[in-house]
């Protein structure tokens, strides 16, 4: 079965502080995808950033960072100098099988 | 217009009254998804399809059914609806690739009083 961690409920941090996000997941399958999706108070989801299962290049785009091991079946996502826009509930999520599951979410507030 | 929209996008009803959420896309994906999201639930599955004539059970799919009317469009019903069905309801798509990227509309806030 496949299952997606997110341990961490809420995270408050002061504006420009860094933050990571734990995501840790489950599979069988050899191949697979993971995505992290943005949820803004506005309610719609964002993707943000898409990794398959070959690939464990860390990948940084802008404040933005993933860090994908396979070895500890975790890919984690941290922000940079946090801003307050950057408040909102982020979901880990795993595609395989034709399926996508989603972590229970992580709502992160930046206070300014 | 947005390339996956739900309508109604918010909706008060009462217990047992029979609810359609539709969801229709403009991406040309065959895939289309309806999640449901709960405060610390995450999005759960509760029908997916891949094709007109594929319809696929979830996670979650006890009382609700699922239309796949066209390739564009794809409704959620909730025949009785109760209070436990509250939650804010997504619909997605994705394409034949198996990259699992959804596309996803801007979700339906339904409350059953």
């Known amino acids: 079965a496949q299952k997606v961690t997110q341990a961490q409920t809420e995270i408050s941090v002061v504006e420009k502080e860094d933050v990571t996000l734990d995501c840790v997941y489950e599979?069988?399958?050899?191949?697979?995808?993971l995505f992290w999706y943005k949820q803004p108070p506005s309610g719609e989801l964002v993707f943000l950033i898409r990794?398959?299962?070959?690939?464990?290049q860390n990948e940084i785009s802008g404040r933005y960072s993933w860090n994908f091991q396979k070895s500890t079946s975790s890919f984690n996502f941290t922000i940079t100098a946090s801003q307050v826009v950057d408040s909102a509930v982020y979901f880990c999520?795993?595609?395989?099988?034709?399926?996508?599951?989603f972590g229970a979410g992580t709502r992160l507030f930046v206070k300014a | 217009d947005a390339d996956v929209t739900q309508t109604p996008r918010n909706r008060i009803t009462k217990t047992g009254k029979r609810i359609m959420l539709e969801c229709s896309q403009t991406k040309g994906h065959d895939r289309m998804y309806w999640y449901r999201q709960d405060p610390g639930l995450g999005l759960r599955l509760i029908y997916y399809s891949f094709d007109v004539k594929d319809i696929n059970k979830g996670e979650i799919s006890d009382g609700y059914s699922v239309s796949r009317q066209a390739q564009a469009k794809f409704s959620l019903s909730l025949e009785s609806a109760i209070p436990n069905q509250t939650a804010l309801y997504f619909c997605?798509?994705?394409?034949?690739?198996?990259?699992?990227?959804?596309?996803f509309g801007e979700g339906s806030r339904l409350t059953v009083l």
């Open positions: 599979t069988r399958d050899t191949t697979y995808y």
């Open positions: 999520a795993l595609t395989g099988g034709f399926k996508t599951i």
């Open positions: 997605a798509t994705s394409d034949f690739t198996d990259t699992g990227e959804l596309f």
């Open positions: 990794r398959n299962s070959f690939d464990e």
